[in-house]
């Protein structure tokens, strides 16, 4: 003790003007517009440059399990293309057009790819982050979804870097589909408890739910394509008081292990809002 008070007191003067200057520091960036906002800018770039290196870093240390996904992958989409139930395969490295529909009419989405390099699961309004922003095409209000189901919707953008409103955020909610009875209604948000699960809302009790019943993404969404899949259901219960069914529905996505997605933008989502606006 003895030994660190006179260490202190040897070297009293450079630690009083490092704290001095630290201080004064501080100061002008919280006081001083210009050099707050500089400081705010250069660190977001920082911090988000420190979050691609480590998400590239435990890439490389997770490739097996990335390569088992892919095989997984690789497995859904030939079953999925023997059937015919869902869009042109979707190349990572390319932007293109998707011409899928249910009907004779065409709807029309461009497709972006992005990695995700931070994203939370613990809170009540998660986030994730993305590396690609809008100098890659990346626009606010576009879809989010990778191989397994939905992720959620962006919300900000930079040049370099795009935000993302998770599905486990309390201000998520979808209007979904079941295809086995052909049901477009409910709301599927999170339950706000574990990263897995989710509930759905608004669906009449009349109606014969079943647990594994999936639910998936409806033609009538301008934010994502048809037939992509959401949750699946786990339980359900029915309160004769109550007009609406209670479900508990665990998400197609495995949230702790994001990697990449596609950023999706309905090209004709304008022509549709100017209609809105004429009404």
């Known amino acids: 003790m003895w030994v660190i008070l006179r260490w202190i007191k040897s070297n009293s003067y450079p630690i009083l003007a490092l704290f001095l200057f630290i201080f004064s520091l501080n100061q002008v960036l919280r006081y001083h517009i210009y050099q707050h906002s500089l400081y705010f800018n250069s660190s977001v770039s920082f911090f988000r440059q420190v979050d691609l290196w480590r998400t590239q870093i435990t890439n490389y240390l997770n490739l097996r399990e990335q390569n088992t996904a892919l095989f997984k992958e690789n497995l859904a989409l030939r079953e999925q293309l023997k059937n015919s139930r869902v869009f042109n395969f979707i190349p990572w490295d390319s932007t293109i057009i998707d011409t899928f529909s249910e009907t004779n009419s065409v709807k029309q989405f461009t497709y972006h790819p992005a990695q995700v390099i931070k994203a939370t699961t613990t809170l009540n309004d998660n986030y994730i982050y993305l590396n690609q922003g809008e100098k890659h095409g990346i626009k606010k209000g576009m879809g989010v979804f990778n191989a397994e189901g939905i992720v959620g919707i962006v919300v900000t953008t930079s040049s370099n870097y795009s935000r993302v409103m998770s599905v486990l955020n309390s201000n998520f909610e979808i209007s979904p589909m079941l295809n086995r009875l052909k049901l477009k209604q409910g709301i599927i948000s999170w339950s706000g408890q574990s990263s897995k699960l989710g509930k759905v809302t608004e669906i009449n009790r009349t109606e014969p739910i079943i647990k594994g019943d999936i639910f998936v993404t409806s033609n009538y969404?301008?934010?994502?394509?048809?037939?992509?899949?959401?949750?699946?259901?786990?339980?359900?219960?029915?309160?004769?008081?109550?007009?609406?069914?209670?479900?508990?529905?665990?998400?197609?996505?495995?949230f702790n292990a994001l990697d990449y997605v596609l950023c999706v933008e309905f090209i004709k989502n304008k022509e549709l809002e100017s209609l809105k606006n004429n009404d």
């Open 221 to 254: 969404s301008t934010l994502f394509p048809p037939n992509i899949p959401i949750a699946k259901v786990t339980s359900i219960a029915s309160k004769n008081i109550k007009p609406y069914l209670d479900i508990e529905v665990e998400f197609a996505v495995n």
